[in-house]
């Protein structure tokens, strides 16, 4: 029907062909949608279609997080709407107008309706609405349906592979390493910000996981240092093992891998220009892309913004629920594997060799760069006590951060001790 057509002009049409759900896409209502005669009817008299109270009531949440959202009440609230609307028999619906400046909103609807007359109910509420405008709604999920057992956020270059490899080891079926055709490799990505992930997310994500009961886990050093992602999986009441190394030895690995091309077009920036400098960088050519370069860069200001392991703590403390927390030093990691299996409750398992530096094997085709930069070398002494100071109150924020502590770690945690 064309959209000039008066809606008492529509209910006399028959009933264009509805899909309520596929697995191609979301629920997507446009100004007339798939709508049934039946329902437009009863929307006009105010019996099927009504808007009760208590669904109105638990709508108009901001579907995203925002700026200073970081209080658990938040989450209790996302919480309440998703059971309360669930128990009165209604669905929820992510709204996104298409026009104006309104932000998405949740839409709590009954099953027997259509949600566009919901949506459209709750965003009069505001000064800015206009008649005019179109909604896309989207059905919502809970994140506490996502099938995630266990997260391993970070630290970056801490060696979370190495414990994602061995966890696989213990049957333990590990995400995180590539990306598939709709960019959902990790649970979170897809639905960044989201107080509810969408139906079609979820499902294609426990779908993908398939019915087997062995734990599913993730790889994702990014969590970590976004308080929306640990907030949700606080919520979600994942496992969570967090691996911390010295932000000094962090920084040095950082440096070598920023630069572990062999294909360079310009001589590779040392360690001591790197740290005592506001930026190096270096162009590289692209492998197998004939005429393509690129510029690779590197700065101090890069590791403190990655590595500051006080902030980190206090971010994790912050959301996580101590009991679903394990801490673990990299140094502690080969030792300690058995007890993370125990604390996830998996059966033992023949572990594979020790973690390696892996930044450091990436340049053992050019021994005599490593020689020339190696921060415990007499030559950069500087940049080592530099690193040193820079990383002070993260390095003492380690120790009382770790689930095991062990008292050689204060000595043994710096690069250039062994």
Sequence with gaps: PKASQPLEALVALPAPPCSKNSNDGPRLFLR???????????????????????????????AYTWAGAGSRDVWETVRSITDLCAESGGLLWRA??????????????????????????????????????????????????????????????????????????HGVSVRGFSSDFHGEENPLDAQEGAFWPSRRHVERWNRACGSNASLITVKQPRYLEAIWSMQVLAFLRAKVVILVRSPAELCYSLYLDAFKSPHNLDPKPSLKVCMLQPECSCRFKAPNVAGRDWLQKFSLATCRASFAVARLRALAEATLPPERVLVVHTRQLSERLAHVAAWLGLRRHARIGPPENTAMRNHRGDPEFLEQNDLCSEANSQVLSMLREAFAADEGAIAGWLTWWDPDLVTQADVCKK
């Design 32 to 62: 007339y949608p798939c709508i049934r005669a039946a329902h437009l009817r009863a929307a006009m008299n105010g019996s099927l279609c009504a808007i009760s109270t208590s669904m109105a009531d638990l709508s108009g949440f901001p």
């Design 96 to 169: 996104t107008p298409s026009q104006g400046t309104l932000a998405p909103f949740t839409v709590c609807a009954s099953r027997s309706c259509d949600p566009i007359l919901q949506a459209r109910h709750i965003a009069a509420r505001d000064f800015r609405f206009e008649k005019s405008w179109e909604f896309v709604l989207e059905e919502l999920s809970d994140w506490r349906v996502l099938r995630l057992d266990v997260v391993i956020p970070g630290m970056a270059k801490a060696g979370t592979t190495w414990l994602a490899r061995q966890l696989g080891r």
